[in-house]
């Protein structure tokens, strides 16, 4: 006598493979967010210490000021700088540009003593040398900090732009929804870039340091960033 033999899946089978299937997802899916937010986070603050760095880079080879400003439109033609500080803004960027109308005198040396030269101010004939968009507008990350701008001098330090006084060390906030929560050993899920006087900009991440310059930005600063 022949029988056909039939394979398949008993219903038992099935509901301990959705089960595993469950919970492979439930520890996954987390951690891959998890995974997208750190690398939200590290991508804007990488972004704006590059930033520094061209900046400081080019005032010190083009002996003229550069300034790197946050813009709420730095892609346009001609951006616009907001110099002042900014506390959980999704719509801010920033640019880098030569601070100096491109002016020589006879000898062929540079003119930095035109009255729109290192005035944290995008003029016709000054040349934007990067933009990057606000991270906010794919991410949940948010900026704020003391200062909208940070101008180098030909020296590699920072200086100070007539009528728009800021402190001497610019702090910049990377905040998302998870706060300053601890996000792995020692480091916070916020990040903070440090500048001095001296120029060096510093990414600070471990969680002590960023709670403590959290602390001067809002409570001594006061800025309102909210980063709980």
Do not use: H
């Not at 469950?22 to 603050?45: D, H, K, S, Y």
């Not at 900009?201 to 310059?213: G, I, K, M, R, T």
């Amino acid at each position: 006598m022949n029988t056909s033999r039939q394979y398949g899946f008993t219903l038992w089978e099935l509901l301990m493979t959705l089960l595993i299937a469950g919970i492979l997802l439930g520890i996954g899916v987390p951690n891959v967010m998890e995974f997208q937010r750190n690398a939200a986070m590290t991508a804007a603050t990488n972004d704006f210490i590059t930033a520094t760095l061209v900046a400081r880079t080019e005032a010190v080879k083009r002996q003229a000021p550069v300034t790197l400003c946050l813009s709420d439109d730095p892609t346009a033609a001609t951006p616009t700088c907001a110099p002042g500080s900014v506390a959980n803004s999704t719509t801010r960027g920033f640019v880098v540009f030569v601070d100096e109308n491109n002016n020589f005198d006879g000898d062929g040396a540079r003119v930095v003593t035109d009255a729109t030269d290192g005035n944290a101010v995008i003029d016709p004939g000054e040349l934007v040398l990067s933009r990057t968009v606000a991270p906010g507008a794919t991410t949940r990350v948010q900026i704020s900090a003391n200062c909208g701008y940070i101008t180098f001098a030909p020296t590699g330090f920072t200086r100070q732009v007539a009528g728009l006084a800021c402190p001497g060390t610019r702090l910049v906030l990377f905040c998302d929804d998870r706060g300053r929560r601890v996000a792995a050993g020692s480091l916070s899920s916020a990040r903070v870039v440090r500048t001095p006087a001296a120029g060096r900009a510093q990414a600070l991440s471990e969680v002590l340091e960023v709670n403590a310059l959290f602390t001067v930005l809002t409570a001594v600063q006061g800025i309102a960033a909210v980063c709980p």
